[in-house]
T-cell receptor
Framework: DAKTTQPPSMDCAEGRAANLPCNHSTISGNEYVYWYRQIHSQGPQYIIHGLKNNETNEMASLIITEDRKSSTLILPHATLRDTAVYYCILSTDSWGKLQFGAGTQVVVTP | DTAVSQTPKYLVTQMGNDKSIKCEQNLGHDTMYWYKQDSKKFLKIMFSYNNKELIINETVPNRFSPKSPDKAHLNLHINSLELGDSAVYFC??????????FGPGTRLTVT
């Protein structure tokens, strides 16, 4: 059972920032927050992960609240190619057991 | 320069048959995985191998048997295929800690 809660869907205008929320109120101290996405008919793609601090890479930024009970994935300038299902997953980062939930279907519109 | 590859991409077979799906990674990872994505689009881990040793074995019928001949390969053999085995199967790899890289998937259809 997934231990995260995400909205089932959200729309975003092309060129705007997309902010994807995730609740994980039962997160343990050794659990990382991982984000993956799955573009239609493709394998999931790793985006970013973090433990406590905010993280940024070339794809996105991850903001984790101080109590670690929620996080937000930010796609700074959404493009049509960012249309995908986005998954927020908790993992102890040991042996990499990922439990995927239903994710958020993000549709980027022109 | 494909990182994680799977063969075949599509597999259509009849009930009762035995089939295999192959996975190879050229990333130098020490851990490989098999996931199943059913018609409802939920992705579930099936198996994980670290350095050729089975470390995750979820509740999967024993008709499914993974085999890892070396660290770069993890194959999935399925005996006595059933209609419910129809799904997309994804292979993935990673270092024992860290992000996973997924293959393109194998769409299995059992008729």
């Amino acid at each position: 059972d997934a231990k995260t809660t995400q909205p089932p869907s959200m729309d975003c205008a092309e060129g705007r920032a997309a902010n994807l929320p995730c609740n994980h109120s039962t997160i343990s101290g050794n659990e990382y927050v991982y984000w993956y996405r799955q573009i239609h008919s493709q394998g999931p793609q790793y985006i970013i992960h973090g433990l406590k601090n905010n993280e940024t890479n070339e794809m996105a930024s991850l903001i984790i609240t101080e109590d670690r009970k929620s996080s937000t994935l930010i796609l700074p300038h959404a493009t049509l190619r960012d249309t995908a299902v986005y998954y927020c997953i908790l993992s102890t980062d040991s042996w990499g057991k990922l439990q995927f939930g239903a994710g958020t279907q993000v549709v980027v519109t022109p | 320069d494909t990182a994680v590859s799977q063969t075949p991409k599509y597999l259509v077979t009849q009930m009762g048959n035995d089939k295999s799906i192959k996975c190879e990674q050229n990333l130098g990872h020490d851990t490989m995985y098999w996931y199943k994505q059913d018609s409802k689009k939920f992705l579930k881990i099936m198996f994980s191998y670290n350095n050729k040793e089975l470390i995750i074995n979820e509740t999967v019928p024993n008709r499914f048997s993974p085999k890892s001949p070396d660290k770069a390969h993890l194959n999935l053999h399925i005996n006595s295929l059933e209609l419910g085995d129809s799904a997309v199967y994804f292979c993935a790899s990673s270092f024992s800690t860290g992000e996973q890289y997924f293959g393109p998937g194998t769409r299995l259809t059992v008729t």
